[in-house]
């Protein structure tokens, strides 16, 4: 499977130079739905290995989608040969949030999600998370975005 998601996102290389953003609103879409394919997995046994299968191609896509966008978008933030500089601290950042993240979801299996009522006002709460999210995302903003 790991050689197909590459194959296919391959092909799309071209259409991501031309709308970064898109693109990236798109890989985290797709990020959030294969890790929500994921988390639902262990409800359905009998399908366990097709779901899981297929959040992790998702979030597999993902990643290539994420690496070719990466450049074009740090590129327009670039100030006077500064990209090396500004891709460091970009993935310093993500690495960053991404461990605290982990923790974060250590904290939360161990006490409020050992109760269903914990783990429904989880899930409001991530839903009402990624509303909004999204709506940041979408929304245009004022500047203009230049490759």
Same mark, same amino acid.
């Given at each position: 499977?790991?050689?197909?998601?590459k194959?296919i996102?391959?092909?799309m290389?071209?259409?991501?130079?031309?709308?970064?953003? @898109?693109?990236?609103?798109l890989?985290?879409? #797709?990020? *959030? /739905?294969?890790?929500?394919? $994921?988390?639902? !997995?262990? %409800?359905?046994?009998?399908?366990?290995?097709?779901?899981?299968?297929?959040?992790?191609?998702?979030k597999?896509?993902?990643?290539?989608?994420?690496?070719?966008?990466?450049?074009?978008?740090? @590129?327009?933030f670039?100030?006077?040969?500064? #990209?090396? *500089? /500004?891709?460091?601290?970009? $993935?310093?950042? !993500?690495? %960053?949030f991404?461990?605290?993240?982990i923790?974060?979801?250590?904290?939360?299996?161990?006490?409020?999600?050992?109760?269903?009522?914990?783990?429904?006002?989880?899930?409001?709460?991530?839903?009402?998370?990624?509303?909004?999210?999204?709506?940041?995302?979408?929304?245009?903003?004022?500047?203009?975005?230049t490759?």
């Amino acid at each position: 499977m790991q050689h197909t998601r590459k194959l296919i996102c391959s092909s799309m290389g071209a259409r991501m130079d031309s709308e970064p953003k @898109s693109w990236r609103i798109l890989a985290d879409v #797709l990020y *959030d /739905l294969g890790t929500a394919l $994921e988390v639902v !997995s262990p %409800l359905c046994p009998q399908l366990f290995l097709e779901v899981a299968g297929l959040g992790n191609f998702a979030k597999g896509m993902v990643v290539v989608a994420a690496r070719a966008t990466r450049l074009p978008i740090y @590129s327009s933030f670039a100030k006077e040969g500064n #990209l090396s *500089d /500004l891709f460091a601290k970009g $993935e310093a950042i !993500s690495t %960053l949030f991404n461990v605290m993240g982990i923790g974060a979801g250590i904290g939360l299996a161990s006490t409020v999600c050992s109760t269903t009522q914990g783990k429904v006002h989880i899930c409001r709460m991530t839903y009402h998370r990624l509303s909004y999210h999204y709506s940041c995302s979408i929304t245009p903003s004022s500047g203009k975005y230049t490759q």
